[in-house]
């Protein structure tokens, strides 16, 4: 069974891909990862104030001497709150591309293009085989346009592409008024991939403490049909390759995916949630679907109900969604 894809221009052995995650942070869980038959790996993200932070502190110390470090350390206590400095990134990108043979690929997550970008040429100089972009931005300014956050979006992108050679995916969230036509811009602002979706900070509240909370969830079956959606809106249309990310739990989720047109899956919470083994689980389940429909190869499936690819392009857009809606039985 051929299982092979490409994926920022990567070929990929398969199309599961180990979304940024906290797993993915050791080197023996990156190997078993790969031994469990992963295409690929993301590195938890590397945040852009870690990298503003240790700047800002080397000019810290250069300004008052090193007698000072201490008292130094102590006017950025934002440090503590980060898992690992960018020292010690650079050294997981190094330590995992010798670990294993398939791709590993850095995570820049951040909002301004700024100094911090030419960390991206150490990511590269690390090893890394590309870099994913998070650009993670809530737009809680109500002064900010829509067309200056999209920008803002683009320039980070050129500014990373401008810094290194190594291809560059763009991960971003669905929430602009017209995400195609976004994603087309990104795309001739030469990101060689899309990942869809990220997901959003979305604070709960603790009515006992009257006070808001934060923690990170597992995603559930439901939050797919939004990245569903867009990947087969996008497939076909852009030059970018489709990552898509959100909901994976079974081998029928990555066949849906597929099937919009998505080059690549990928998944962080379902590995959480079952253990890294599950890649197998999700692999075998492919293979098996194919396998009842006598097809040899992904590239068979890949982009079948694509919004190109369907005769009824409706399906995507209002004729269906009136339809539904009054398809809805009372019972
Ligand atoms: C605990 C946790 C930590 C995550 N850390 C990162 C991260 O460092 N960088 C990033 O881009 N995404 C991060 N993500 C998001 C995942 O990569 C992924 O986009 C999201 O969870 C949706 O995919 P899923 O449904 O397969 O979980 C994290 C998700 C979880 C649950």
């Given at each position: 069974m051929d299982l092979s894809t490409r994926y920022l221009g990567l070929a990929l052995k398969n199309p599961l891909v180990a979304s940024a995650?906290?797993?993915?942070?050791s080197l023996d869980n990156i190997r078993r990862l790969e031994d469990c038959g992963a295409a690929a790996v993301v590195l938890p993200s590397i945040f852009e104030e870690q990298v503003d932070y240790e700047e800002q502190l080397i000019e810290q110390l250069i300004a008052?001497?090193?007698?000072s470090y201490a008292e130094a350390l102590s006017y950025f206590p934002v440090q503590a709150t980060y898992a690992i400095g960018p020292d010690r990134y650079l050294d997981l990108v190094r330590r995992a591309r010798q670990a294993v043979g398939i791709p590993v690929i850095g995570s820049l997550n951040g909002v301004s293009n700024h100094g911090?970008?030419?960390y991206a040429r150490e990511i590269e100089a690390a090893g890394a085989a590309a870099i994913e972009l998070n650009v993670?931005?809530?737009?809680?300014?109500?002064?900010?346009s829509g067309r200056e956050v999209e920008q803002r979006y683009i320039d980070i992108l050129k500014a990373v592409k401008h810094a290194v050679k190594i291809p560059v995916a763009v991960k971003l969230g669905p929430?602009?008024?017209?995400f195609g036509h976004l994603a087309r811009q990104l795309d001739h602002a030469g990101a060689d991939g899309l990942v869809l979706f990220n997901r959003f900070y979305e604070p709960d509240i603790d009515l006992a403490r009257m006070a808001l909370v934060s923690k990170p969830e597992l995603s559930g079956a439901y939050e797919m049909r939004l990245p569903l959606l867009w990947v087969s809106v996008l497939a076909g249309r852009v030059e970018a390759s489709l990552a898509a990310s959100t909901g994976i739990d079974s081998a029928d989720d990555v066949v849906k995916y597929l099937l919009a047109g998505a080059d690549v899956v990928m998944t962080t919470s379902s590995l959480l949630r079952h253990g890294i083994p599950h890649i197998k689980e999700l692999l075998g389940g492919l293979e098996a679907w194919l396998d009842a429909r006598d097809l040899a190869t992904l590239a068979a499936i890949r982009g079948r109900l694509s919004h190109c690819n369907v005769v009824d392009a409706g399906a995507f857009e209002r004729a269906n969604y009136i339809k539904m809606l009054q398809a809805y039985k009372l019972s």
């Open positions: 995650g906290p797993l993915n942070g008052t001497g090193s007698d911090w970008i030419n993670y931005f809530i737009a809680s300014d109500l002064d900010l929430y602009f008024s017209a």
